[in-house]
């Protein structure tokens, strides 16, 4: 459905140094599947998500919609947003505070000029859980509970009829109990409409509640990825097992050392062996570069000592 191929984002940097935000990634979004991108801030999968929603273009690679590279003219990307839609994670700050619910989800529609607004606006308020819809019209985000003001922000989404959507940390903001609701919800329209979702976070009690399938990214690549239930129960990549050991259920914490990741300054060899715990049982840690990962189903992960990577 949504397919990166060995992209590549630069921005300009500290120093006059290239920022290498999104460094050789392969990755896809089946229809109907729904795919995390896990990662610490600053690892680049915002910036994917956007390279992905035609917001940023690529310095290198692509990206392909329902096997078509997406064309950055004016019309495709017009044509192109409609199936493949933004849910922001903070509601409060995506929300317009002015406009009413009934302004905020039909903005999308009017912005693309679809016919009969108020029966598409009901039908995205009702998916959304909203109902009945004509109760939220008159509302102000104020007015709502924090759920409430995240399934408006899900409708504004629904109101185009995507066939993806990218949800950039969609529970991050709400309370435990809210969390589960929402995250039912992403499930029930994969479900019903087989909408494809590839959900953005730094959570990976999340990426286990709602994912078919994990990708966790390090310094601008994806270094382990595969099926949820492969990568979460029995993570192969000394990252993913870090990331997996601050959940409290995890029999011991590993502690990350060494400088924070720079995108201006990717180590040489494999670009985790300043913090990897492993870093010293094999040479070619700090002298040979990984292959770019590619985007299959099958466990893949990037790591000399790991005898499951695929090269390209
Ligand atoms: Fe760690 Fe070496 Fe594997 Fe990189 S290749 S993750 S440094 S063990």
Avoid at 162 to 191: C, N
Avoid at 268 to 290: D, M, V, Y
Wanted: hydrophobic share 40%; net charge neutral; with cysteine.
């Amino acid at each position: 459905m949504l397919e990166a191929t060995d992209l590549k984002v630069e921005f300009p940097g500290r120093d006059g140094r290239r920022a290498r935000a999104v460094d050789g990634v392969n990755l896809s979004v089946g229809a109907g599947e729904i795919v995390a991108l896990v990662g610490e801030s600053g690892c680049g999968k915002t910036t994917l998500a956007r390279t992905l929603l035609g917001l940023e273009r690529p310095s290198f690679g692509q990206v392909s919609y329902d096997g078509r590279p997406l064309s950055y003219s004016g019309r495709a990307l017009r044509a192109f947003r409609r199936q493949v839609q933004l849910v922001l994670q903070d509601p409060m700050g995506s929300l317009n505070p002015r406009q009413t619910v009934y302004e905020a989800v039909a903005e999308g529609p009017r912005i693309h000029g679809l016919p009969d607004e108020e029966p598409v606006v009901s039908a995205a308020l009702s998916r959304a859980g909203l109902r009945p819809p004509e109760r939220f019209f008159l509302r102000y985000p104020h007015e709502l509970s924090g759920g409430q003001r995240q399934r408006v922000v899900i409708a504004g989404a629904l109101a185009l009829n995507p066939k993806v959507l990218i949800a950039d940390e969609p529970v991050a903001s709400l309370d435990a109990s809210v969390r589960g609701e929402i995250l039912s919800l992403l499930l029930r329209l994969r479900d019903d409409l087989g909408l494809s979702a590839l959900v953005v976070t730094h959570d990976l009690g999340l990426a286990w509640n709602i994912a078919d399938r994990v990708a966790v990214m390090y310094l601008g690549r994806i270094v382990e990825s595969g099926p949820t239930e492969d990568v979460l129960t029995n993570p192969q990549h000394p990252y993913t097992q870090a990331l997996l050991s601050v959940l409290p259920e995890s029999p011991e914490r590993i502690i990350l050392t060494g400088e924070p990741p720079d995108p201006t300054r990717i180590p040489t060899g494999c670009r985790f062996h300043p913090r990897c715990p492993l870093a010293t049982t094999a040479e070619a840690c700090t002298t040979t570069t990984l292959q770019i990962l590619p985007a299959v189903s099958d466990p893949q992960v990037a790591c000399h000592l790991t005898p499951v990577t695929t090269p390209t």
